[in-house]
C-alpha cells in the first residue's frame, strides 16, 4: 500500500452499512410512542409479549417461510457458526483417525448439529481420511498428515444460522420449544424488533427493518379470531393516528387437489397460454411458484394478469364457508375491507385467510402491514396440529407515513432550563433539577456558569417552555424567577410553590 492510501484508508470515515439507518432523536420519541401504543393496545386485547432472539437457525425459515421463495433464497444474512471445542486439526499429537473419530463423537453427543452441510463436511473429511491412508503407504506418513492438516483445517462445521427476516417462524419455534400447548388456548403473543433482509434499499425499504407483530396460535380456526386480529389492527392504527389506510383481504384456501392445489393448476395452463406476453421473472414463476405472477406490478402484465381465473371459484366448500364467515364478522365489527383476490403473500405457511393493508405517503413500498393464517405451520416445525394467525407492520413505513401526514408532532423540547450564575445559586439549581424531575418535569442543568442572555438563547434553542433564573439575589431573597419563553411573561415565586405553578401550567402531563 502506498503511503496516500494507507493515510486515505486512517482518514476513511465509517457510515452505517448499507441499507441499515441510525434513529436519532427526535424521531426515537415518535419510534417510542408507536410502539407504547402497541404495548397498550394489544394488552387490551390480552396477548403478552414475546422476545425472540434476532439469531435462529438457517433451516428454521427455510422449512416454514420456504426455501424458494425470495426471503430464503436471496434475501437473509447467513453464516456458519463455526463449532468450537473440536481438537485442532493441524495438531500433529491428533492422528488423523483420532480427528475423525472425535468429529463423529460430537454428532453423536448433537454438539455438532445433523444438517446437510454438516454431513457434507464429514463425508469431505471421511475422502480426505481415505486420502490420508492411501498416501501414507506410498509416501512418508508425516507428509501424508501435512496434507490431511492442510485438507481438514478447510472443513468447517458448525451451524447455519440467520439473522431473522420475519418472526413468525421464531415464535412458532418457541410455542413449541416451551410446550405452550399445555397453556390455556389460544396463546397470544407479539412481538417488536429488527429483522433483517438484503433487498435492495429505497424508500421504505431497508435490510434492517423494523417489525412490531402479533401471533395466534392454538385452539380454533374460528372465523371471529381472524376477525378480531384485524379489527386489533385497526384499533392500532387508529389509535397510533394512522389514517387512511386500506384493508385488503382474500382467501388463499388450502393445500388440496380440490383446493388451492387444483387452482395453481389452472392458473399455470392459463398462464402457459399467455407465456409470450410475460416478463422474464413472471415466465420463470410459472415453474416455481405460479401465484406470485399475480403479486405482479409491472405495468404491461396488468392487462393479461386481469383475465387470469380466480381463486374464489377454486376454493373448497369448507374454505369457502370460512372466508365468507372472516367478511361478515369483519363487517359485524365495522372493519372496512376491500377484496383483493390478488393477494398470495410471498412466503410459503400462508392457507386461508391473507390481508395486506396501505398507508398513504409511501410511493412503491406502500403496504404498512402484512399477515394471515398459517395452520400446519407449528407441525411443519415438529410440533402439535396447531391452528395459527398473525400479522406483521413495517413499523419504519408506519413511521415513515405518519411524518407524510403529519401526525408526527412529539413534543421534544425541554419543560424547564435553569439559568443559574454564582455558587450559591448553582446549589439552589441542583435542588431545583432534583425535584422538578421527580416530579416528571424535563430539566436542564447546564454544567457550567453562563451569562444569563446566554443561557436564555441556549434554553430557547433546545425548544424549552421556562427559564428558571437563579442568581443571588434570588437565592438571598429566596423568591425564584420563573420566564415563560413562548410570552416572555416572568414572575417570581417562593420556592415551594415553583413545582406547583408548573403543574398548574401542564397539569395533563402530570
Ligand atoms: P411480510 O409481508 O414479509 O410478512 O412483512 C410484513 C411487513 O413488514 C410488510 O408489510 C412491510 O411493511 C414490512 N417489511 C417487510 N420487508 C421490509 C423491508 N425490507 N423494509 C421495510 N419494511 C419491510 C411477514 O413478515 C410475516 N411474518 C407477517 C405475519 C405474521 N404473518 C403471520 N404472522
Request: proline residues 5%.
Amino acid at each position: 500500500m502506498s503511503d496516500a492510501t494507507a493515510k486515505k484508508e486512517e482518514r476513511r470515515k465509517f457510515q452505517a452499512i448499507r441499507g441499515t439507518r441510525d434513529l436519532l432523536p427526535p424521531e426515537t420519541a415518535l419510534w417510542n410512542r408507536v410502539e407504547q401504543t402497541a404495548h397498550e393496545v394489544f394488552s387490551t386485547f390480552g396477548y403478552g409479549e414475546i422476545r425472540t432472539p434476532i439469531l435462529q437457525m438457517t433451516d428454521l425459515f427455510a422449512r416454514s417461510i420456504g426455501a424458494e421463495t425470495d426471503v430464503v433464497a436471496k434475501e437473509m444474512y447467513t453464516f456458519i457458526d463455526e463449532m468450537q471445542g473440536l481438537p485442532d486439526p493441524s495438531n500433529f499429537a491428533v492422528s488423523p483417525d483420532e480427528y475423525v473419530d472425535s468429529v463423529e463423537e460430537a454428532i453423536k453427543r448433537n454438539e455438532i448439529q445433523v444438517t446437510n452441510s454438516n454431513l457434507r463436511a464429514l463425508a469431505r473429511l471421511k475422502t480426505e481420511l481415505e486420502r490420508f491412508r492411501v498416501r501414507a503407504d506410498a509416501q512418508s506418513a508425516e507428509e501424508a498428515h501435512l496434507k490431511f492438516r492442510i485438507a481438514a483445517s478447510q472443513i468447517q462445521f458448525g451451524d447455519s444460522i440467520s439473522l431473522e427476516p420475519e418472526a413468525t417462524a421464531s415464535v412458532c419455534r418457541a410455542y413449541i420449544e416451551h410446550n405452550m400447548q399445555q397453556l390455556p388456548q389460544p396463546v397470544k403473543l407479539y412481538y417488536m424488533g429488527p429483522m433483517f433482509r438484503r433487498e435492495r434499499p429505497q424508500k421504505g425499504r431497508y435490510r434492517q427493518f423494523y417489525q412490531i407483530g402479533a401471533e395466534v396460535l392454538g385452539g380454533s380456526d374460528a372465523p371471529a379470531i381472524d376477525a378480531e386480529v384485524i379489527e386489533m389492527l385497526m384499533t392500532y392504527f387508529d389509535k397510533v393516528g394512522l389514517h387512511g389506510v386500506t384493508l385488503y383481504i382474500n382467501s388463499i384456501g388450502h393445500n388440496a387437489e380440490n383446493c388451492r392445489r387444483g387452482y395453481v393448476a389452472q392458473l399455470k395452463s392459463a398462464l402457459e397460454k399467455v407465456k409470450d406476453q410475460l416478463g422474464p421473472d413472471s415466465q420463470r414463476r410459472i415453474d416455481t411458484n405460479p401465484l406470485r405472477v399475480l403479486d405482479s406490478k409491472l405495468e404491461s402484465e396488468q392487462a393479461i394478469i386481469a383475465t387470469l381465473p380466480h381463486i374464489a371459484d377454486h376454493l373448497c366448500d369448507d374454505c369457502k364457508a370460512h372466508y365468507a364467515a372472516v367478511r361478515r364478522q369483519l363487517e359485524v365489527r365495522g372493519v372496512l375491507y376491500e377484496e383483493n383476490w390478488r393477494l398470495v403473500r410471498g412466503l410459503d405457511y400462508y392457507m386461508r385467510t391473507t390481508f395486506e393493508i396501505t398507508a398513504p405517503g409511501l410511493g412503491s413500498q406502500n403496504a404498512v402491514c402484512g399477515g394471515g393464517r398459517y395452520d400446519g405451520l407449528v407441525e411443519l416445525l415438529g410440533g402439535p396440529p396447531t391452528k395459527g394467525i398473525g400479522f406483521a407492520i413495517g413499523e419504519d413505513r408506519l413511521i415513515l407515513s405518519l411524518q407524510e401526514s403529519g401526525k408526527a408532532k412529539v413534543e421534544q423540547g425541554r419543560d424547564v432550563y435553569i439559568a443559574w450564575m454564582g455558587e450559591h445559586a448553582y446549589a439552589a439549581a441542583i435542588r431545583a433539577a432534583k425535584d422538578l424531575r421527580n416530579a416528571g418535569f424535563s430539566v436542564e442543568l447546564p454544567p457550567l456558569e453562563q451569562k444569563f442572555g446566554k443561557a436564555l438563547g441556549q434554553a430557547d434553542k433546545l425548544g424549552a417552555k421556562y427559564a428558571l433564573i437563579l442568581g443571588d439575589n434570588e437565592v438571598s431573597e429566596a423568591l425564584w424567577t420563573i420566564k415563560t419563553l413562548s410570552t416572555g411573561e416572568q414572575q417570581k415565586l417562593p420556592e415551594p410553590e415553583l413545582l406547583q405553578f408548573l403543574r398548574d401550567q401542564k397539569p395533563e402531563s402530570q
